[in-house]
């Protein structure tokens, strides 16, 4: 039987003395080496549903550099099951060694099948999935992200009645469904702040579907060109945080967070006197990459 209980701690970061703030980071990061933060949040349920179910193998989607596909080859090799990744771009197959995450997806034991944008766009078509079934006859399939039923009821868990002391919880948004179970866990006058590192407008919807309150509202105006998009300004803020506090951001999720607190406080868009909670969601593993080069 698979149990998977992992409790994550609140440090204090920063006391902006002058406004009276103090932020503080769940350092979700650390629950795990590789299955990190929100994604070991999300795996957890479904794990255990696809052992309950009977499934050996676990079938998902992701890009070259996806820390859910990262996490889904090490959740495999961790706790028994056969993984495989659907992996958006064909050109990657004969040089899928040279890329960080899908090299060590691959040391985890993770097959991959390597299919063009155009299919990839397809994911979530009934045929699309028959077809899979078809090749790869039984297994349990994980949507791109983590995101479902299952996932936001482990998000659920990131909050514990301890955090109720905080006025704004705040955290990175990729699919919706971390800050969905981050919602569903808040207090009612607690505000719930997602900065997406996705350009566009969908991600309300998506939310909606698992969302039980309105006390939130994403922040649209710091995902830096879009998702694994990074400037010159941001790559300066992560350097300068990491050896400020101690605590290493991932370009693509975690620093557009605390860059965008960071700065809606210094414009004293946050109220006067407020504790914030910064929820660190992991993904560090992507710093493997040459994205800060």
């Given at each position: 039987?698979?149990?998977?209980?992992?409790?994550?701690?609140?440090?204090?970061?920063?006391?902006?003395?002058?406004?009276?703030?103090?932020?503080?980071?769940?350092?979700?990061?650390?629950?795990?080496?590789?299955?990190?933060?929100?994604?070991?949040?999300?795996?957890?349920?479904?794990?255990?549903?696809?052992?309950?179910?009977?499934?050996?193998?676990?079938?998902?989607?992701?890009?070259?550099?996806s820390n859910?596909?990262?996490?889904?080859?090490?959740?495999?090799?961790?706790?028994?099951?056969?993984?495989?990744?659907?992996?958006?771009?064909?050109e990657l197959?004969?040089?899928?060694?040279?890329?960080?995450?899908?090299?060590?997806?691959?040391?985890?034991?993770?097959?991959?099948?390597?299919?063009?944008?155009?299919?990839?766009?397809?994911?979530?078509?009934?045929?699309?999935?028959?077809?899979?079934?078809?090749?790869?006859?039984?297994?349990?399939?994980?949507?791109?992200?983590?995101?479902?039923?299952?996932?936001?009821?482990?998000?659920?868990?990131?909050?514990?009645?301890?955090?109720?002391?905080?006025?704004?919880?705040?955290?990175?948004?990729?699919?919706?469904?971390?800050?969905?179970?981050?919602?569903?866990?808040?207090?009612?006058?607690?505000?719930?702040l997602g900065?997406?590192?996705?350009?566009?407008?969908?991600?309300?919807?998506?939310?909606?579907?698992?969302?039980?309150?309105?006390?939130?509202?994403?922040?649209?105006?710091?995902?830096?060109?879009?998702?694994?998009?990074?400037?010159?300004?941001?790559?300066?803020?992560?350097?300068?945080?990491?050896?400020?506090?101690?605590?290493?951001?991932?370009?693509?999720?975690?620093?557009?967070?605390?860059?965008?607190?960071?700065?809606?406080?210094?414009?004293?868009?946050?109220?006067?006197?407020?504790?914030?909670?910064?929820?660190?969601?992991?993904?560090?593993?992507?710093?493997?990459?040459?994205?800060?080069?």
């Amino acid at each position: 039987m698979i149990e998977i209980q992992q409790k994550s701690i609140n440090e204090q970061v920063v006391f902006f003395k002058e406004k009276d703030i103090i932020v503080y980071v769940k350092r979700e990061d650390r629950l795990h080496e590789e299955i990190s933060g929100n994604k070991f949040r999300k795996l957890k349920y479904n794990l255990m549903e696809a052992q309950s179910l009977g499934y050996n193998t676990l079938l998902t989607f992701g890009g070259a550099y996806s820390n859910h596909i990262a996490a889904v080859a090490a959740a495999g090799k961790t706790y028994g099951f056969a993984t495989i990744g659907v992996i958006r771009g064909e050109e990657l197959k004969d040089i899928f060694l040279e890329n960080p995450t899908l090299k060590k997806a691959a040391e985890n034991g993770m097959n991959f099948k390597f299919v063009s944008r155009t299919e990839y766009r397809q994911k979530d078509q009934e045929y699309f999935i028959e077809e899979l079934k078809k090749e790869y006859k039984d297994f349990y399939l994980i949507p791109e992200g983590g995101t479902n039923n299952l996932a936001v009821k482990g998000c659920e868990e990131i909050l514990t009645e301890e955090d109720f002391i905080f006025d704004y919880i705040c955290c990175a948004v990729g699919t919706g469904g971390t800050i969905s179970g981050l919602i569903n866990a808040s207090s009612e006058s607690q505000i719930i702040l997602g900065f997406p590192v996705l350009k566009g407008d969908f991600l309300e919807a998506e939310i909606k579907k698992y969302a039980k309150k309105d006390n939130w509202s994403l922040v649209t105006d710091y995902h830096f060109g879009g998702y694994a998009k990074i400037t010159p300004e941001l790559k300066d803020f992560i350097h300068k945080f990491t050896l400020k506090y101690l605590i290493p951001l991932d370009p693509v999720y975690t620093a557009k967070v605390f860059y965008g607190i960071f700065d809606l406080i210094d414009k004293d868009r946050i109220k006067k006197g407020a504790k914030i909670l910064v929820i660190h969601t992991g993904g560090l593993q992507g710093l493997k990459s040459n994205i800060l080069l």
